[in-house]
Structures are given as C-alpha cells and as structure tokens.
C-alpha cells in the first residue's frame, strides 16, 4: 500500500549535479540503506525523499500519492538527524509529542502514545528532563522515539549513529534491527558504515557520484558486485584486484576450468578470504601481519607494486618480509573489464539466494 | 623584585579593577554632576570654584511640574519608544528568519546595506522628512515619530535577531517541519522560545534608544506629542540656560530609563555579548 517510487529523479545545487537521475522502489516494510563514500549523495537522496530540498527533476510517490512537491510537514514521514535535532526547549516528552500536539491530538492520545513509545525506548525515567540533561545515546532515543510516535508511513535516518562512541554504536544498531523487527515500519537509513549496511539492511543501496551502483541484499553486493566500485566499497579489507598480466592467465589456465568470462577481463578480483595459502602457483612478499586472534590479516606485495590481502588463520605460520606461496579460490574469483564492470556470471548458490 | 606568579595575579587583579572603576566613575560622572545640579539653586549652579557641598532643594522639581505636566512627556516618550520598537519587532523578526534560514545570494549585502543607513546624518533627510509630515498634518504627533524610531531601529534589530536566529541549528527547524510545523508555527514554538533572550535584548536596547532619542522628537514635536527629550530641550531658550532646571528636567528624563536599564542589565550584557542559544 506504501511503496516509495523514486523515478528519473535529478538534483543540481547550482552547477553541481548532486544526484543524476535515480530510479527505486522501497517496499512497505523493508529496512533500506544507502550506503557511500562522502559526497556520493546519499544524504542528499535522503533530504530529497524528506522534502527538505527541491527536486530539480522526477517524480517521488509514496503509494499512490505523488509526493514530488508536496512540503515535508504533510508528507507523512519522520525523520532521525545525524546531530539528533532535539528542540532544547523542550523537555523529553515535549519532544516526542511536538508532533502530536501540532496535528491537534488529544491530551489522552498524546500521553498514551509517548507512554507507549517511552517504554519501547526505555526512556519513562527521562520524560521530564531536557535534552542538554541526557547522554548522548539517550537523546537519540529520544530523537527515534520523536519519529515513532507518529507511526509515519516512512521513517528515515540520517547517519544517526555517527556521533556516538564505538561501544553505543553497535548496541543501538542492534536496538534499531529489534524495534524494525518489533515495527514493521518501512525504514530508510544512510550511512557511511558498510557495517551498519550490512547488518541492518533488507535492501542496500550502494551510491556513486549521484548515481545508483547496485542495489541488493546484503550477501548479493557481497558476493556479486557488478562493479569494482562496490567491490572494493563492500567488505573490509576490500577486494583484492590482480592485474590480467602473464602470470594471471597462466595460473589461471593451468587450474581448474571455471567460466570466469575471462576474453575480455583486465582484472580478477578475490576477496581476503578467497585467498588460500595452502593452494600454490601465486607468489608475494609479506609485508605487515595483522592478528586480530581470531584470524590473521597478512598483506603481501604481488608483482610489481599489487597490494593483496588476505584472511588467514588464527596461527597462520607467516613472517615479516617472507615471500610465501598462494593460490585462489576460483569458485569465488570475480572478473572485470578495463571500465570496471563485472565481466564473470554471478556466483549464485541457494544459501547467498535466501539471506 | 622577582614575585611570583599567586603575587603576580594579585596585581593584575587590583590593577584591572582599579582601571574599571575609573573607567565606570569617568562615565557616570556628568551623570552624577547633573544630579547634584539638579539639587542646586541657579546661583548656586553656576559657582565658581564648583560647590561639593550646600543645602539641597526641590525648588527646580517643583517649578518644571508647575511650568509643565512632566507626566504627558514621560507618556509620549513610552508610547513612542513602545509603539516604535513593537512595530520594528514585528517586521524584524520574520525578516530576520528569513535572511537567516533561507539565504539567498544578496543576503549578506541587503544586511549590510540596511547597517549602512545608520552611517548616514539624520539631518540629511530633515527637510523631506519635515515636509511630509507636514503635508500629511501630522506634525506635533506621536504616529510620525514612531514609525521613524521603528524604521531607525530597524537595521540594529534585524542584525541582532539575525545573528542569534544563526545559532538555532538549522536540523532543529528541519525537524520541526518533518513534524508537521508550518511556517507560522516553527517561529511560534521554536525560533522565538529558543532565541527569547535575544529578542528580548534586541528590545530592551531599541526602547532605550527610542527614549533617549532626541533630533526627530525635538523637530516633529511641540507641547502635544512632546516626549523628554524636547522637554528637555524646551529649557534651554528663550530666556537663556538656566543649568539648575535644565539638569532638573534632564533628570526627570534619564531616571526612569536608569531604573529600566539597571533592572534589565543582565538581559542587555547578554544580547550584545551575543550567543547566548547554546
């Protein structure tokens, strides 16, 4: 009933082109998240979805109303600042039920819905304090409980983690996949953080140069980036790529035959896990060892100046500056054309298909 | 002498203190002087060496109320200096919203353009300005003065309100307008609640200015629509200087705007200190 269509949407700030014709749909219930390198746009799609900035061109509806220029105030969704946005003035039940009081609720509606939301939230012992009293995970409790208590049709998060401290961080991750569990409600969130991307996501949208990249499940931007931008964008560290040189096409030729599209290929890309060494054939000079303890990150130089790095086991036997032996995981290796686009089939699989 | 840094801090301390007093007592003193004079006979006012000590009287007190009714002056100053620094709010604060949450690219020069009135002489414009209110028989009325004092107050209004609506984090109103806020609304419950202090002071300081006001309420005005100012100035002739009465009259005049001054000097230090939102 509420899907969100973005169409041919444009966005130019005087002679910059922010955002270069979008098209997307989000469906009711789902937990979408634009995820981009800074100045990609996906702050600025969000704002354009919120009606906090003019469309320059397209069409935005939300079921079967055209929302394209309708004013943020009527068009029904809530949205979570990055900085919270709390109105300082007022105290924390004020600002849940800021909303409310403007549509001309009742008084009974409105205490019962900010008790409702309170105790989702945890937040009944804060009601009567003023946000400069709360901690900074408190207040962007209150800045989602501001948003809940509306039941919008959409909510939408702009970076809303990104002031917090590590630890917070991931607990109010977790909290926000319970409440959109517990909700149901079609969610919209940016972030820089493919983390968060990752573990949030029904849906992510990968964003480059206002222009969509891929859009997909978690596991099929992992596994099956169209691109060497979400490549390297997804998955930390990030791909590896090797240039189609001699030594590339010989190892490959003398291994296992897999159809990798490889006639016109200018790199093959592996991720760090693809890489094994206890396979042969390749070689590389290590020059850092990270042991994190349950694995063990070793980067090697390949060729010339070709930075790899690989996830290694826990006690993996490597020394600084050993020139040590390896091979790939064809199963999992990716091809790429000069422009960067995936040249090889997807890796397709029923587990990556229904996760 | 080598002191130490505890001693150091010490004279620092009285040494800062005592160039503020001299300072404050340098600045009140034609104040305090005008007081005395106030107290004095004619003869006494204009005695040579200046007399430090003599018998106070009221006479000036009581001869100016009986010459004229000092409380229709004072009524004219406050229903000028009111209606003036009301109407300026009134067109200062959505202006001021405006050029603050919605630039666009003149912004910063119609700003600065309207701060550039003030460089002007008023005198300039004495003549058109006469002969309208002339032409319109409006001459010796409060509704002329108070829209010149709105419209002389208006550049130092909207700089102030300008520059505290700045601090209201702009995610705040957009967060006021994903809750439904319309314009009218937005500046209702959450521009004017979080930059009260500033309105206020911007206030404070257009009423002060409005009362001390005196080259247009001296030309515009005669007995009806006169405020202190040309009370004051009505002293000064025909029959020549009399200081004892004149600094009578100026007393009358300043008391109530030191009283209001002193009461609000908190509100005041904090608007023209500015950032006082966070």
Same mark, same amino acid.
């Given at each position: 009933?509420?899907?969100?269509?973005?169409?041919?949407?444009?966005?130019?700030?005087?002679?910059?082109?922010?955002?270069?014709?979008?098209?997307?749909?989000?469906?009711?219930?789902?937990?979408?998240?634009?995820?981009?390198?800074?100045?990609?746009?996906?702050?600025?799609?969000?704002?354009?979805?919120?009606?906090?900035?003019?469309?320059?061109?397209?069409?935005?509806?939300?079921?079967?109303?055209?929302?394209?220029?309708?004013?943020?105030?009527?068009?029904?969704?809530?949205?979570?600042?990055?900085?919270?946005?709390?109105?300082?003035?007022?105290?924390?039940?004020?600002?849940?039920?800021?909303?409310?009081?403007?549509?001309?609720?009742?008084?009974?509606?409105?205490?019962?819905?900010?008790?409702?939301?309170?105790?989702?939230?945890?937040?009944?012992?804060?009601?009567?304090?003023?946000?400069?009293?709360?901690?900074?995970?408190?207040?962007?409790?209150?800045?989602?409980?501001?948003?809940?208590?509306?039941?919008?049709?959409?909510?939408?998060?702009?970076?809303?983690?990104?002031?917090?401290?590590?630890?917070?961080?991931?607990?109010?991750?977790?909290?926000?996949?319970?409440?959109?569990?517990?909700?149901?409600?079609?969610?919209?969130?940016?972030?820089?953080?493919?983390?968060?991307?990752?573990?949030?996501?029904?849906?992510?949208?990968?964003?480059?140069?206002?222009?969509?990249?891929?859009? %997909?499940?978690?596991?099929?931007?992992?596994?099956?980036?169209?691109?060497?931008?979400?490549?390297?964008?997804?998955?930390?560290?990030?791909?590896?790529?090797?240039?189609?040189?001699?030594?590339?096409?010989?190892?490959?030729?003398?291994?296992?035959?897999?159809?990798?599209?490889?006639?016109?290929?200018?790199?093959?890309?592996?991720?760090?896990?693809?890489?094994?060494?206890? #396979?042969?054939?390749?070689?590389?000079?290590?020059?850092?060892?990270?042991?994190?303890?349950?694995?063990?990150?070793?980067?090697?130089?390949?060729?010339?100046?070709?930075?790899?790095?690989?996830?290694?086991?826990?006690?993996?036997?490597?020394?600084? %500056?050993?020139?040590?032996?390896?091979?790939?995981?064809?199963?999992?290796?990716?091809?790429?054309?000069?422009?960067?686009?995936?040249?090889?089939?997807?890796?397709?699989?029923?587990?990556?298909?229904?996760? | 002498?080598?002191?130490?840094?505890?001693?150091?801090?010490?004279?620092?301390?009285?040494?800062?203190?005592?160039?503020?007093?001299?300072?404050?007592?340098?600045?009140?003193?034609?104040?305090?002087?005008?007081?005395?004079?106030?107290?004095?006979?004619?003869?006494?006012?204009?005695?040579?060496?200046?007399?430090?000590?003599?018998?106070?009287?009221?006479?000036?007190?009581?001869?100016?109320?009986?010459?004229?009714?000092?409380?229709?002056?004072?009524?004219?100053?406050?229903?000028?200096?009111?209606?003036?620094?009301?109407?300026?709010?009134?067109?200062?604060?959505?202006?001021?919203?405006?050029?603050?949450?919605?630039?666009?690219?003149?912004?910063?020069?119609?700003?600065?353009?309207?701060?550039?009135?003030?460089?002007?002489?008023?005198?300039?414009?004495?003549?058109?300005?006469?002969?309208?209110?002339?032409?319109?028989?409006?001459?010796?009325?409060?509704?002329?003065?108070?829209?010149?004092?709105?419209?002389?107050?208006?550049?130092?209004?909207?700089?102030?309100?300008?520059?505290?609506? #700045?601090?209201?984090?702009?995610?705040?109103?957009?967060?006021?307008?994903?809750?439904?806020?319309?314009?009218?609304?937005?500046?209702?419950?959450?521009?004017?609640?979080?930059?009260?202090?500033?309105?206020?002071?911007?206030?404070?300081?257009?009423?002060?200015?409005?009362?001390?006001?005196?080259?247009?309420?001296?030309?515009?005005?005669?007995?009806?629509?006169?405020?202190?100012?040309?009370?004051?100035?009505?002293?000064?002739?025909?029959?020549?200087?009399?200081?004892?009465?004149?600094?009578?009259?100026?007393?009358?005049?300043?008391?109530?705007?030191?009283?209001?001054?002193?009461?609000?000097?908190?509100?005041?230090?904090?608007?023209?200190?500015?950032?006082?939102?966070?």
């Amino acid at each position: 009933m509420s899907t969100l269509n973005i169409s041919q949407l444009h966005k130019h700030f005087d002679d910059f082109h922010a955002i270069r014709g979008i098209n997307l749909s989000i469906e009711e219930g789902e937990f979408v998240v634009f995820v981009g390198p800074s100045g990609c746009g996906k702050s600025t799609l969000l704002r354009l979805i919120a009606g906090l900035e003019d469309v320059s061109g397209g069409n935005i509806s939300l079921g079967d109303r055209d929302i394209t220029q309708v004013p943020a105030a009527q068009r029904d969704l809530a949205m979570v600042f990055q900085s919270y946005a709390l109105y300082p003035h007022m105290n924390v039940a004020e600002n849940m039920s800021f909303a409310l009081r403007l549509a001309g609720a009742s008084k009974e509606e409105i205490a019962q819905k900010v008790a409702d939301t309170a105790a989702i939230l945890q937040l009944e012992p804060l009601l009567d304090r003023k946000p400069k009293a709360l901690s900074g995970g408190q207040r962007q409790r209150v800045a989602i409980g501001r948003a809940i208590v509306r039941h919008p049709s959409v909510f939408l998060f702009d970076e809303p983690l990104s002031n917090l401290d590590a630890a917070l961080r991931v607990q109010m991750r977790q909290e926000l996949a319970a409440l959109h569990h517990r909700l149901q409600a079609t969610m919209i969130y940016v972030t820089h953080d493919q983390v968060e991307a990752m573990t949030l996501a029904d849906k992510v949208v990968i964003l480059n140069a206002g222009q969509v990249e891929q859009v %997909g499940t978690p596991m099929d931007v992992y596994y099956n980036p169209e691109s060497r931008f979400v490549a390297e964008f997804i998955g930390t560290p990030k791909m590896n790529f090797f240039p189609m040189d001699e030594t590339v096409t010989n190892y490959l030729n003398n291994n296992e035959k897999v159809d990798r599209n490889l006639e016109n290929a200018a790199w093959i890309g592996a991720r760090p896990e693809s890489i094994m060494l206890d #396979k042969k054939g390749m070689f590389g000079t290590v020059n850092l060892i990270e042991r994190l303890g349950a694995e063990t990150l070793v980067y090697l130089t390949y060729g010339n100046d070709c930075q790899i790095a690989i996830r290694a086991s826990s006690l993996a036997p490597v020394t600084l %500056g050993e020139t040590i032996e390896f091979g790939l995981d064809l199963e999992q290796v990716h091809s790429f054309d000069e422009k960067g686009a995936r040249l090889s089939p997807a890796i397709t699989g029923d587990l990556i298909k229904s996760l | 002498m080598i002191l130490n840094i505890s001693q150091r801090k010490t004279i620092k301390h009285w040494a800062t203190g005592l160039f503020a007093w001299m300072v404050a007592l340098t600045l009140f003193f034609p104040i305090l002087w005008m007081i005395m004079t106030s107290f004095k006979t004619e003869l006494q006012a204009i005695s040579q060496p200046p007399l430090l000590f003599w018998e106070a009287t009221l006479d000036n007190y009581a001869l100016i109320q009986e010459r004229s009714d000092y409380l229709k002056y004072a009524l004219n100053s406050l229903y000028t200096s009111v209606g003036g620094t009301l109407l300026a709010l009134i067109v200062a604060v959505p202006s001021a919203y405006a050029m603050a949450f919605f630039p666009g690219k003149y912004t910063k020069d119609i700003l600065l353009w309207m701060l550039s009135t003030k460089m002007l002489p008023a005198v300039g414009v004495l003549i058109p300005i006469y002969m309208i209110t002339q032409m319109g028989g409006l001459l010796d009325s409060i509704y002329p003065l108070i829209l010149i004092f709105a419209l002389m107050n208006l550049p130092i209004i909207m700089w102030m309100l300008y520059t505290y609506f #700045k601090e209201i984090p702009k995610e705040i109103l957009e967060a006021a307008r994903m809750d439904g806020a319309t314009t009218s609304d937005e500046l209702r419950h959450v521009v004017m609640p979080l930059s009260w202090g500033g309105i206020a002071s911007a206030g404070l300081l257009s009423l002060i200015l409005c009362w001390n006001e005196a080259f247009w309420s001296i030309q515009l005005t005669a007995s009806d629509a006169g405020t202190l100012a040309a009370l004051i100035a009505s002293y000064s002739s025909p029959e020549g200087l009399f200081w004892a009465k004149v600094s009578a009259a100026s007393t009358m005049a300043c008391a109530p705007i030191i009283v209001f001054g002193w009461f609000c000097q908190k509100q005041l230090v904090q608007g023209l200190t500015f950032g006082a939102v966070k």
